[in-house]
Structures are given as C-alpha cells and as structure tokens.
C-alpha cells in the first residue's frame, strides 16, 4: 500500500502529523452495511485500547510492516494530539465496511467537540490491522450545478486505459473556444475537488470560473484514485504529481470548445509551488496562477505547521514534545544523504522523495519562468505564511507579468474568516472567496 502523503497542506491540511498515522489505503465512498464482522471487531478493539491509553496492545494487533511504520512512541503522540486540535473525544458513529485492496477498510466516524473525524481501519486476511488513517470526514455529496448556471460538468478523463485519473470538466455554454484551466492539488491524496474536511475549494474554484466562461479541468490526485500505483513504496514527486498534471494539460488542450493557445495551470499549496516545473515539463502551458504558494522547502515548512498547530491550546505538552524532537530528527537525517528507510522519514514517505522535494527551489523555477503569473496569498493562512509571501514579492513584485494579490481575511483554503487560522476552521462550511475567483477570471481573460 501506498503510504499517506499529508504534507504541506496535509491534505492541504492536518500539518503532516497530526492525523496521517500510517500507510493506509484510500477507499471509495462507503456503500456497504452496516458493518458486522470479524473486520469491525478488529477496528473497535483498536479504537477502544487507544481510547484507554494503552498504545502497546493497540500496536500488538498491526501486521508487521504497520508496526514498522508506525512505532508505539509516534502512535502515542498523535493519538493524544487529536483533543487538542479537535476538543475532547465525544462518542463515535455508526461504522461501515468498504472492500479495497484485498482487505476489509472499516470506517468508524469519531465525534469530538470542535469537529468531525473519519478512522479508516484496514484489516488483512489475516486479521491485522495493514493501515489506519484519521482524516476529516468528508462533507456530504455536492449537488449538480443549478440548469441556469452558464455551465455544464461532464466526466473527463486524464489518460488511457487502467491507469487513467477520472476528472470532471467544466465547460461554459456556448460554442467557444474558451480558455482553459487545470487545477493541480495542493499534497495529500485529494479528490478532484480537492475536498479539505467540510469545504471543497477546487468545486467552488471550477464553478465560479466556468460561469465566468472559462472550462476548468480537476481530476482525483493519483495517491487518491490509484494508491495501488506505489505499492512499491519508491516514488517521486513527479511520478506523484507533475507528470498527470501534464497530461491534464495536454488533455485539456484538446476537448472540443477549448482555445489550446490559452491553457493554465492553476496550483494550489504543494501544487502552487511544482506550477512552474509543470509549465517546464509540459511546454504548452499559457500562463500560472499560483494560489498559497510555498517559497520555501517542505521540509522547512513541516516543523513550523506542527509546532503552530500544538501549541493552538497554548501549551505543547510531553508527548507532543516528543513527535516534534522526533520530527526534527527525521528531517536532519533526510538532509545528510545517508541511507534509511522510508518508516523512518516525515510521515513514512521515501526518502528519495524528500531529498528530490527538497532540492525543488520554487522561487529560483519560478523566476526561471517567461510565463505571466498571478500570484495568491491569504492574510490567515497558517500554512503558507507570511514569509513566503514577502520572498515572493522580492522576488517577482518587479515584474511586468506577474500580479500578486493578498487578500488579509483569507485562510489556505481562499475562505474568509476572522482571526488566527486554525485547524478547526476547515471543518466550518464555506467558500472561495468570489473577489479571488474574480480577479482569476479577469486575469486569465486578459
């Protein structure tokens, strides 16, 4: 199975850490039962044990290769970060079985205080758990766009055969041609709206620009429709992202109704900050819009989210002390070149992933660049800071191509509130602001 990539937005969310606990599949929507099996068992003995704090009878149940992943120390940690960023556990709902992979993937929702949790608990034929994952539950199905919305979606798919991503395009009425945009997420194994506990920035992000006459492309990221393609767990971040982005683009240029001469590239997060090598690597790109873009290394980025993210209660206790020790070593490691295992990197991910990650200079590729940009940064993005922002200004604010926009009131997601950020905050309904998706529109059209 792959292994949880949760990185810089951490599903553009989650700081890494917090809730990506091991290598787990991604399973589709549940359509089972109710569960009632030996699978359902498993899942609740595990949630149970970690509930009463014992973190070795827990790990006891876990295949060999999930213990690996996962030590009794990490899991400790991150179990006992939950309260902190979500309040107090306050009961769990009703699980459901899905198949995947071979295995039985109980998914148990968990209720707490400040928001709405998913356990996915992957059982093998043996009995033990082989993958365990807490993310956000997901928002309930969005409806289909109203008849008189100025657009229609279809299904669009990016590539051929087995290893096809499924997508949906967004094309605006009448004969066209209209310009073009391809929405690339930020990490983590996203869906095609790249759904981030209960906001979908990508739908909102499609829709206003379709009306706005512009066919906007998003697809499901590969970690989420085919986690099956790194069963092998050495990948790299072109093989995760760049090379379906470039497809998508080329796929793009050649639907019916779409002007192949005026196609974008919009990133957002992780997908901001690889815009420009997938302009590079594509060669037909028209233009970049990078929303949140890290400037600066992931791995420079990761410590400071999981430090904002525990000290939210205004104090980081012993074991949440403990990961950020730990993850500081991991990092240092990656950096010094010397082999290790992938169980012992950043959230499991290869080390070869890390190290080609962290030779990516974001700022230098864009600078790099001819194409024009529009540049996007939210006033309460937690994520993608303030720093970033300022390196990007000194470095591309004298150009007559690139626009820069910052909005004060926006979090990583474009969504407006009042505020620090905080991760709460994502499991609040809401929507990309329309002045953002506006000035995209504009800019694109001109």
Do not use: C
């Amino acid at each position: 199975m792959h292994r949880s990539i949760s990185t810089l937005a951490l599903a553009t969310l989650l700081a890494g850490a917090a809730t990506a606990l091991a290598q787990t599949p991604n399973p589709p929507a549940p359509v089972a039962a109710v569960a009632s099996s030996a699978a359902e068992e498993t899942a609740t003995r595990l949630l149970d044990q970690l509930d009463a704090s014992d973190y070795r009878g827990a790990a006891s149940g876990f295949s060999a290769e999930m213990a690996a992943a996962l030590p009794v120390d990490q899991l400790k940690a991150v179990w006992e970060s939950l309260p902190a960023q979500f309040g107090a556990a306050t009961g769990r709902g009703e699980s459901t079985i899905v198949e995947h992979g071979g295995m039985q993937v109980v998914l148990v929702p968990l209720h707490h205080e400040r928001g709405e949790l998913l356990a996915q608990v992957a059982v093998d034929a043996e009995g033990k758990v082989a993958g365990f994952m807490i993310k956000p539950a997901p928002p309930p199905a969005a409806a289909p766009p109203p008849e008189d919305a100025g657009f229609s979606e279809s299904d669009f798919s990016i590539g051929e055969g087995d290893d096809a991503l499924p997508g949906t395009l967004a094309m605006p009425a009448g004969e066209g041609p209209f310009p073009g945009l391809v929405l690339v997420h930020g990490s983590g194994p996203h869906d095609r709206d790249e759904t981030v506990g209960a906001n979908r920035p990508f739908l909102d992000i499609a829709r206003g620009l379709a009306s706005q006459g512009i066919a906007v492309l998003r697809y499901d990221k590969r970690t989420s429709a085919r986690p099956q393609d790194f069963a092998d767990g050495d990948f790299t971040i072109d093989e995760e992202t760049t090379d379906d982005a470039v497809a998508a683009v080329a796929a793009l240029r050649g639907a019916d109704r779409v002007d192949p001469d005026r196609v974008f590239v919009l990133g957002h997060s992780q997908g901001g900050m690889l815009a420009p090598r997938i302009a590079a690597r594509s060669g037909e790109v028209a233009g970049l819009v990078m929303l949140a873009a890290p400037a600066r290394p992931l791995l420079d980025l990761l410590p400071e989210q999981n430090r904002y993210l525990l000290s939210a209660d205004g104090s980081i206790n012993a074991a949440e002390q403990d990961f950020l020790e730990t993850l500081d070593e991991q990092i240092a490691r990656v950096r010094s070149g010397e082999p290790m295992e992938a169980k012992d990197t950043p959230m499991g991910l290869p080390p070869g992933y890390w190290r080609q990650f962290d030779a990516i200079d974001p700022v230098a590729d864009a600078v790099q660049t001819e194409l024009p940009m529009l540049l996007l940064q939210g006033g309460r993005d937690f994520q993608v800071v303030d720093a970033d922002w300022q390196l990007w200004q000194r470095a591309l604010g004298d150009r007559d191509d690139v626009t820069l926009r910052h909005y004060p009131s926006l979090n990583h997601l474009g969504i407006a509130g009042d505020g620090p950020g905080s991760l709460e905050e994502y499991q609040t309904p809401g929507h990309v602001d329309e002045r953002l998706i506006g000035d995209i529109a504009r800019w694109i059209k001109r």
